[in-house]
């Protein structure tokens, strides 16, 4: 399951990395002037910047989230290995023998 996550991840990651190598070379051979081609790649610079900042909140949401789940499912573990553990020195109290 992590697997498609990850390739999933890893198809999007190379799918806006195309489209920004794409972007950037139109704009290079676009017929415009230096200023305006500076202005527009800074333009898409901030742009990737804050789509870069939006989406490493999204990732760590995730992950934080993910963490959570699984810090939740190993102390649900460890409580009903603990409370396994008790029953059987309960029982085991009771059926050995006086000292």
Do not use: H
């Not at 990395?17 to 290079?28: H, R």
């Amino acid at each position: 399951m992590s697997e498609e996550k990850c390739g999933s991840g890893g198809i999007l990651l190379a799918f806006l990395a195309g489209g920004l190598v794409g972007a950037g070379l139109a704009l290079l051979y676009a017929p415009a002037s230096g200023r305006e081609t500076r202005e527009k790649i800074t333009g898409m610079a901030e742009d990737l910047k804050k789509k870069t900042e939006q989406l490493s909140g999204d990732v760590k949401q995730k992950v934080e989230g993910f963490v959570e789940e699984e810090r939740s499912v190993l102390k649900a573990a460890y409580d009903a290995g603990r409370d396994a553990m008790n029953r059987e020195k309960a029982r085991f109290a009771e059926v050995a023998p006086p000292e």
